[in-house]
């Protein structure tokens, strides 16, 4: 998030297009309401479904399932037509001005896709920028020129007409132009706009375009930076922001350090490649501190007795170009390429695409070890629906974990947010935290490899772990000590120059903590966790557990309360919320205010701000400086592009003869994915799985219900797998609500009790009726009454009908990140148990 | 017994770890329902369950969780919760928790209750088999790429920040390359 949750109250409009806060988020609909209230906001809501949001909007307009591109291209359209964008903010803040490569080709005059497309995958040479001789961008400041991103920007979406976009998302002409405008009303200095979106717009194979054209828009309109503004990613568990900041995916180093690959041999290597250069004269190119990251990350890990390039070399490294990310894992799982797995806090049985799949792949394993508060269907799932035990070989160790409230830690928020939560209560029952259950089997591997030694064996051995103390045989993790290492330390005593205050030093002693990560060193004498965290922990203490109520800006930003990366910052990339003068765009909302007398920003910690009239361009994270409506660092292309999802109901793309993202990678393929991998309706429209599912979430459970399926409030507000659809469906099939139904697709079925709801209305797609279903994925079978029980089993209190939405979504994934596309699939639905 | 909110904090010694903030510890927004939480401690957490950070007052009388609340002082949630924050008090009082470790043989159909010391000692053995046997020191490109790639792992959002920290850590130290958690789905 870009922002807030406080933040929404600051809003003029709050679009809610990806998402259904009142439902997922319930506690922000507080803040949404706030900006009702107070500032008269508007509410906007996009969605197939007439959602809990939907109905607390002031305008909702439905959208087919998978064409959100094609919704917010035509919003593009509008915006540049009707001349609504901020044209001072587009000019000078963004890449509108650059001169891309005369030889780039757009989807619209090149058969659907752009300049450079072999065998599914994109050369971007054509991609590029114009480049001078001293290697600056050539730039078009009247943004005239034909081959400028901004003209280019126009001739792509003109092709996203009203009428073509309708046809493509169901959408009333009218409805979509009333979104349009309200929407692009924000593009104005004192106007405030902000996009929420979450699941609804990730799960696609187009997901992170989804993403970035909302993000287009917000850059048109002026509304990154400034306060009711940004893009609100609402993300969907507690600390899946911490984790992901802290590297627990295949591709990142805590801190978004790209994970090196094997042809970067050496440290020097990896640092040469990874750290971004520029030629813009007044870019600040703050990546350029990269050294300085990766040389803490790895003081970290290995500490001061191991040299930071071994430190390097002993890391793995991924190959170029593979991917090893959730799909790939459980495709590689079923065709025998693991002897062990962790299941770490997760139960993918049920939360992973193709649930059906996973389950297979779970018994070809030789070991797994399933972390967790209850039993669950991944730690069972040997003793599953049609699963002979006899037959299925995985050792499963099923451990007890402590839950939130028996131990201490952080966690971070949608917001950024760093919240220490305390220890309440004791352990429950053997159960231990975490921390405690991977620092005990480190140390017993540890002891493993150094009486036996092993390939590698350094890399083990010699990780540092001080991070708790060894009591009998168990191991007492202490997180705070944790915290600490994460923040980052002084490793010797060093004399260093303040990096904001050019001739004036400090004197550090070892083991002083890491004021902020401007501070960092690159030559190891600094470590540092994850880089975005240091300045957490301080002399003061542990600041994410502050609870100051201090709010002098009126704004909500609430700098006193927890702590929130980076260095505190409530609202990023807010240098882009005054003008080049250092003015506020809108002085009623000012985030940060420059104070002349002191020289200094007042208000939140200023990002990318220089001294105002210094002409710092403020999106410091990018190399150039500015931000990008033009992104030609993505897998499927520099604009965004609407493609049909996989499993669509019709039979061609109206926009181009590209029907699906060219750039995706397909299961279905010779030596790609497996014999269980199928879809239907990709080619042609296939008349057994004739509706669009899609698959969502309620108030009441959590993810796949692991944890809320126990908690018997929760189970008896919401007791079952259900499946939604229209009357008019219903009618068709001869349904009504309360009867058993089936709901099947090319890899699976489930049973659901049907919920028949004017919710959902049948789409009008180029004059063909087409029907969307919608199902709850919280369900699975170790919580239901019917299953087989052993001596010794817990019985949940209130049991839940029904197995998982995942059994029916394909494997399948978004082009640059294979997030899997559960959003939209084909499926049928009857009456009855089939 | 008349004390205010922030007076239970501070018995419970949570909030006596942030004074040094230089934070007021006066009451503020808080209204308890005094008889019912009387002679409880009380803690503060944060909902475990959404992504939007809601705080929560635990009270805690001989080691039993008596009550879950929201905190009026968070400025996110101002004392509010969802049906799901507002069930905490079921996650943390319930007899359906796993309490031992369970160990099912290959083959077997039941699970076993096995004890910690057996349990990690044996799957220490095996991830030392299934790294040594699937360690690649190079890959095909002849390039060091020193990693294991027989071990897979997926988790998690659910664990600490802390605790997400050092889990990479412990991965990337045996070698893993594939890690993935809940933000891939």
Redesign the interface.
């Given at each position: 998030m870009t922002n807030h949750?406080?933040d929404f109250k600051n809003a003029d409009v709050i679009l809610i297009m990806g998402s259904n806060p009142a439902s997922?988020?319930?506690?922000?609909w507080?803040w949404i309401q706030e900006a009702v209230d107070k500032r008269g906001a508007k509410i906007i809501c996009v969605d197939p479904r007439f959602t809990q949001s939907a109905a607390k909007a002031h305008l909702y307009a439905p959208l087919r399932s998978g064409t959100d591109i094609a919704f917010l291209g035509g919003m593009i359209k509008y915006i540049l037509d009707n001349k609504l964008y901020f044209a001072e903010y587009v000019k000078n803040y963004t890449n509108a001005s650059f001169l891309v490569n005369p030889d780039l080709k757009l989807p619209g005059e090149n058969n659907g896709v752009f300049s450079g497309l072999t065998d599914g995958k994109y050369d971007k040479g054509t991609w590029s920028y114009q480049k001078g001789p001293d290697d600056v961008i050539k730039k078009d400041p009247m943004l005239s020129d034909p081959h400028c991103v901004f003209q280019l920007l126009k001739k792509h979406y003109s092709r996203y007409t009203p009428d073509v976009v309708s046809r493509i998302t169901g959408t009333p002409k009218d409805k979509l132009l009333e979104v349009y405008k309200l929407y692009a009303s924000t593009g104005k200095p004192n106007k405030a706009g902000v996009d929420l979106y979450a699941m609804g717009w990730t799960?696609h194979t187009v997901g992170t375009q989804n993403i970035r054209t909302m993000c287009m828009i917000q850059l048109l309109l002026g509304n990154i930076g400034i306060a009711g503004g940004g893009v609100a990613a609402?993300?969907?568990?507690?600390?899946?922001?911490?984790?992901?900041?802290?590297?627990?995916?295949?591709h990142i180093?805590?801190g978004y350090l790209g994970?090196p690959t094997?042809?970067l041999?050496t440290l020097k290597d990896f640092i040469e490649k990874r750290t971004p250069k520029t030629k813009e004269k007044d870019s600040l190119n703050w990546w350029k501190n990269t050294p300085k990251y990766v040389a803490g990350f790895l003081r970290?890990?290995y500490g001061s007795d191991m040299t930071l390039e071994d430190a390097y070399?002993?890391?793995?490294?991924?190959?170029d170009g593979a991917n090893?990310?959730?799909l790939?894992?459980f495709d590689?799982?079923y065709k025998g390429?693991?002897?062990?797995?962790?299941?770490?806090?997760?139960n993918?049985a049920c939360?992973?695409?193709h649930s059906n799949k996973v389950r297979q792949a779970l018994g070809k394993v030789?070991?797994m070890?399933n972390?967790?508060?209850?039993?669950n269907e991944t730690?069972?799932f040997?003793?599953g629906p049609g699963m002979d035990?006899?037959?299925?070989?995985?050792?499963?160790?099923?451990?007890?974990c402590a839950?939130?409230?028996?131990?201490e830690?952080?966690?971070?928020?949608?917001?950024r947010?760093?919240?220490?939560?305390?220890?309440?209560?004791?352990y429950?029952?053997?159960?231990?935290?975490?921390?405690d259950?991977?620092?005990?089997?480190?140390f017993?591997?540890k002891?493993?490899?150094e009486k036996?030694g092993?390939?590698?064996a350094a890399?083990?051995t010699k990780?540092t772990w001080p991070?708790g103390k060894h009591e009998g045989?168990?191991f007492h993790?202490e997180?705070r000590k944790?915290?600490a290492?994460?923040n980052g330390f002084f490793l010797e005593d060093k004399t260093v120059e303040n990096p904001t205050k050019k001739g004036e030093f400090k004197s550090f002693k070892k083991g002083d903590l890491v004021p902020t990560f401007a501070w960092l060193q690159d030559d190891g004498s600094t470590s540092s966790?994850?880089w975005i965290?240091c300045g957490s922990v301080s002399e003061?203490?542990?600041?994410p557990?502050?609870?100051?109520?201090a709010?002098p800006t009126g704004l909500?930003l609430?700098s006193?309360?927890a702590w929130s990366w980076p260095v505190n910052r409530r609202i990023i990339y807010n240098g882009a919320s005054v003008d080049l003068n250092g003015k506020p765009w809108d002085p009623s909302r000012a985030v940060i205010t420059w104070d002349a007398k002191e020289e200094k920003w007042k208000g939140d910690v200023p990002d990318g701000a220089g001294n105002p009239g210094k002409g710092r361009p403020p999106f410091i994270m990018k190399p150039d400086g500015v931000a990008s409506l033009y992104g030609p660092g993505l897998a499927d292309g520099p604009f965004p592009e609407h493609y049909e999802p996989l499993e669509c109901p019709v039979e061609k793309n109206l926009l181009s003869p590209q029907k699906n993202n060219p750039a995706i990678k397909r299961f279905d393929k010779e030596g790609v994915g497996s014999d269980m991998d199928v879809y239907s309706g990709v080619g042609t429209c296939d008349p057994r799985f004739p509706f669009i599912c899609s698959t969502y979430r309620v108030?009441?459970?959590?993810?796949t219900g692991v944890?809320?399926r126990?908690?018997?409030?929760?189970a008896e507000?919401q007791p079952g797998m259900f499946v939604e659809m229209s009357q008019e469906l219903a009618k068709m099939r001869g349904i009504e609500t309360g009867d058993k139904c089936t709901v099947s697709t090319a890899r699976g079925k489930v049973v659901c009790t049907a919920i028949v709801t004017p919710r959902f209305k049948p789409f009008d797609i180029d004059g063909n009726e087409i029907h969307e279903i919608g199902i709850p994925w919280h369900f699975g079978w170790i919580t239901t009454k019917d299953r087989p029980f052993?001596?010794?089993?817990?019985?949940?209190?209130v049991f839940t009908t029904g197995d998982a939405a995942n059994l029916l979504t394909p494997t399948i994934g978004d082009a640059n990140?294979?997030?899997?596309e559960?959003k939209a699939f084909m499926a049928n639905v009857v009456k009855g148990v089939k | 017994m008349n004390v205010s909110r922030r007076g239970f904090l501070k018995i419970?010694g949570?909030?006596a770890?942030?004074s040094?903030?230089g934070?007021?510890l006066k009451s503020?927004a808080a209204h308890a329902r005094e008889l019912k939480i009387m002679h409880a401690?009380e803690?503060?957490?944060?909902?475990?369950?959404?992504?939007?950070?809601?705080?929560i007052i635990?009270s805690?009388r001989d080691?039993?969780?008596i009550n879950t609340e929201g905190d009026p002082?968070?400025?996110?949630?101002?004392g509010?919760?969802?049906?799901?924050?507002g069930?905490?008090y079921?996650?943390?009082v319930?007899e359906?928790?796993?309490?031992?470790?369970?160990?099912?043989?290959?083959?077997?159909?039941?699970?076993k209750?096995v004890e910690?010391?057996w349990?990690?000692?044996?799957?220490?053995?095996?991830?030392?088999?299934?790294?040594?046997?699937?360690?690649k020191?190079?890959?095909?490109?002849g390039?060091?790429?020193?990693?294991?790639?027989?071990?897979?792992?997926?988790?998690?959002?659910?664990?600490?920040?802390?605790?997400?920290?050092?889990?990479?850590?412990?991965?990337?130290?045996?070698?893993?390359?594939?890690?993935?958690?809940?933000?891939?789905?």
């Open positions: 949750w406080v997922n988020h319930p506690v922000s507080k799960q609402m993300r969907g568990e507690s600390n899946v922001q911490g984790s992901t900041d802290h590297g627990l995916l295949f180093w805590p994970t094997g042809s041999a970290s890990m070399e002993a890391l793995p490294k991924l190959d090893y990310s959730w790939t894992i590689q799982m390429k693991f002897t062990g797995f962790f299941a770490w806090g997760m993918p939360s992973g695409a030789d070991w070890v972390v967790n508060l209850f039993d730690g069972s040997w003793r035990p006899s037959k299925i070989k995985t050792e499963v160790f099923m451990l007890p839950s939130s409230v028996e131990k830690g952080s966690i971070a928020n949608s917001g947010l760093q919240q220490w939560r305390y220890k309440a209560i004791p429950y029952g053997d159960s231990k935290p975490d921390g259950i991977m620092s005990e089997i480190f017993k591997v002891k493993l490899y036996q092993g390939p590698n890399a083990i990780m991070y045989k168990e993790y997180p944790v915290a290492e994460i966790g994850c965290y003061k203490g542990i600041l557990m502050r609870r100051g109520q709010d909500g609430y006193e309360w108030s009441e459970h959590w993810q944890l809320t126990w908690c018997p409030w929760l507000m052993n001596k010794g089993d817990k019985v949940a209190e990140t294979m997030i899997p559960s | 419970s949570a909030v770890a942030v040094g903030l934070i007021s503020i401690k803690t503060t957490t944060v909902c475990p369950y959404c992504s939007v950070g809601c705080s635990v805690v080691g039993k969780v002082d968070s400025p996110i949630n101002r509010a919760l969802c049906s799901k924050g069930s905490i079921q996650m943390a319930n359906n928790r796993l309490g031992k470790p369970l160990y099912r043989a290959p083959y077997a159909r039941e699970w209750e910690w010391e349990a990690i000692d044996k799957i220490a053995q095996n991830v030392k088999k299934s790294r040594d046997a699937s360690f020191k190079v890959n095909a490109k390039e060091v790429v020193n990693r294991t790639e027989g071990i897979a792992s997926v988790g998690s959002a659910a664990m600490d920040l802390e605790e997400c920290f050092t889990y990479q850590k412990f991965l990337r130290g045996l070698g893993l390359v594939y890690i993935e958690h809940q933000a891939r789905i």
